[in-house]
């Protein structure tokens, strides 16, 4: 059943990323290039049909009377519905123009026929056209998946930089006004703290040009931002590790784990008064999968998940995830009041270097 389901969300993902690239009706100049090729699809056809030149001009003005209303109406709806479809994620945005593409045909069919029920008088009629709508519906999304991954070959890679990026000034950020709260109370831990961020940004900005580090560096990383924590939450702030022998050299994503340490932190510790225990465990599981499971205490009253600039954390560090496990992971949190817990689960990738 288990593998099962984790073969679905991995298809899953990979059919999402594999959707041809949807355009932005919006933009007038991808109209204008619909309107061009369906010109020359027209013209193609017509001289398919033809056995001589002087024939053409008739067969393509039967075809551009016939081709032209199905074309400019599937036009409008996707000019009045481009706000729509550019909100929806890849497969709703296919469904999206599927159901357009009906009722364009549907339109269509009625108005010529002056009759709202003649296109299912006749089923074979009916077929015939919406197998031409679509096929040609998906040779434009095909044209310009083709157009936009030529241009952009290595669209996964970027996105998952511009990801990454997004993470750093988020992360420096948030390090940054912990030791603003310290300057004028405590100078000497300020300083101390500021010593400790700069040897926590030398570890998170080695290697920039990759991706994943091994869990070990990762772990690292979170125990110097928890150190800077430590100096500014004192005796409030309590950490336990539990990690398995040998699952150190696992590849992770950079600034994986140390978001979800930093969560349980600035919106669960600092808000008790007495503070409270970060419990950090990661373990290899019975399907030889990668386990990392964190709960903190908390006031009753927050939910670690709720605030606005979390969000985009969280939503930043799930892309990211996907991106690097074909969406292979599983990610789960619980609010249980007086604690948070957060599982994530993602397949072994072993660093061989």
């Given at each position: 059943?288990y593998?099962?389901?984790?073969?679905?969300?991995?298809?899953?993902?990979?059919?999402?990323n594999?959707?041809?690239?949807?355009?932005d009706?919006g933009?007038?100049?991808?109209i204008?290039?619909?309107?061009l090729?369906?010109?020359?699809?027209?013209?193609?056809?017509s001289?398919?049909?033809v056995?001589?030149a002087?024939?053409?001009?008739?067969?393509?003005?039967?075809?551009?009377?016939?081709?032209s209303?199905?074309?400019v109406?599937?036009?409008i709806?996707?000019?009045?519905?481009?706000?729509?479809i550019?909100?929806?994620?890849?497969?709703n945005?296919?469904?999206?123009l599927?159901?357009?593409n009906?009722?364009?045909?549907?339109?269509v069919?009625?108005?010529?026929?002056?009759?709202f029920?003649?296109?299912?008088?006749?089923?074979?009629r009916a077929?015939?056209?919406?197998?031409?709508?679509?096929?040609?519906?998906?040779?434009?999304?095909?044209?310009?998946?083709w157009?936009?991954?030529?241009?952009?070959?290595s669209?996964?890679?970027?996105q998952?930089?511009?990801?990454?990026?997004?993470?750093?000034?988020?992360?420096?950020?948030?390090?940054?006004?912990?030791?603003i709260s310290?300057i004028?109370?405590e100078?000497?831990?300020a300083?101390?703290?500021?010593?400790n961020?700069s040897?926590?940004?030398?570890?998170?900005?080695r290697?920039?040009?990759t991706?994943?580090?091994?869990?070990d560096k990762?772990i690292?990383l979170c125990?110097?931002?928890?150190?800077?924590?430590?100096?500014?939450?004192?005796?409030?702030?309590e950490?336990?590790?539990e990690?398995?022998?040998?699952?150190?050299?696992?590849?992770?994503?950079?600034?994986s784990?140390q978001?979800l340490?930093?969560?349980?932190?600035?919106?669960?510790?600092?808000?008790?008064?007495d503070?409270?225990?970060?419990?950090v465990?990661?373990?290899?599981?019975?399907?030889?999968?990668?386990?990392?499971?964190?709960?903190?205490?908390?006031?009753?009253?927050?939910n670690?998940?709720?605030?606005?600039?979390?969000?985009i954390?969280?939503?930043?560090?799930?892309?990211?995830?996907n991106?690097?496990?074909d969406g292979?992971?599983?990610?789960?949190?619980q609010?249980?009041?007086?604690s948070?817990?957060?599982?994530?689960?993602?397949p072994?990738?072993?660093?061989?270097d």
């Amino acid at each position: 059943m288990y593998s099962t389901l984790k073969k679905f969300r991995s298809v899953l993902f990979k059919i999402e990323n594999r959707v041809p690239y949807i355009p932005d009706f919006g933009d007038a100049w991808n109209i204008l290039k619909i309107l061009l090729v369906s010109f020359l699809i027209s013209v193609i056809y017509s001289f398919s049909q033809v056995d001589k030149a002087s024939e053409f001009y008739v067969y393509f003005w039967e075809n551009i009377q016939v081709f032209s209303p199905y074309v400019v109406t599937q036009l409008i709806l996707l000019i009045f519905n481009s706000k729509i479809i550019k909100k929806l994620n890849p497969v709703n945005a296919i469904l999206y123009l599927i159901l357009l593409n009906f009722i364009t045909v549907y339109l269509v069919c009625s108005l010529t026929d002056y009759s709202f029920y003649s296109m299912f008088e006749n089923w074979d009629r009916a077929i015939a056209k919406f197998s031409l709508s679509y096929g040609i519906l998906f040779f434009f999304l095909i044209y310009f998946d083709w157009r936009e991954k030529n241009l952009h070959p290595s669209q996964l890679q970027a996105q998952l930089s511009f990801l990454q990026s997004k993470m750093r000034p988020h992360f420096l950020f948030n390090t940054l006004n912990s030791i603003i709260s310290l300057i004028k109370k405590e100078p000497e831990i300020a300083k101390k703290m500021l010593l400790n961020l700069s040897e926590l940004l030398r570890a998170s900005l080695r290697e920039e040009n990759t991706f994943m580090h091994s869990l070990d560096k990762e772990i690292i990383l979170c125990k110097k931002y928890l150190e800077i924590e430590k100096m500014r939450l004192g005796d409030r702030l309590e950490v336990n590790w539990e990690i398995q022998e040998g699952i150190e050299n696992n590849l992770v994503p950079k600034l994986s784990l140390q978001p979800l340490i930093e969560n349980s932190v600035l919106h669960g510790i600092q808000n008790l008064e007495d503070g409270g225990l970060i419990e950090v465990s990661i373990r290899r599981n019975l399907l030889s999968r990668i386990v990392i499971e964190i709960k903190n205490t908390q006031s009753n009253v927050s939910n670690g998940l709720k605030e606005e600039g979390n969000k985009i954390s969280m939503k930043n560090l799930l892309e990211r995830l996907n991106i690097c496990f074909d969406g292979d992971i599983i990610f789960k949190t619980q609010d249980n009041g007086d604690s948070f817990y957060v599982y994530l689960e993602i397949p072994i990738r072993l660093n061989h270097d």
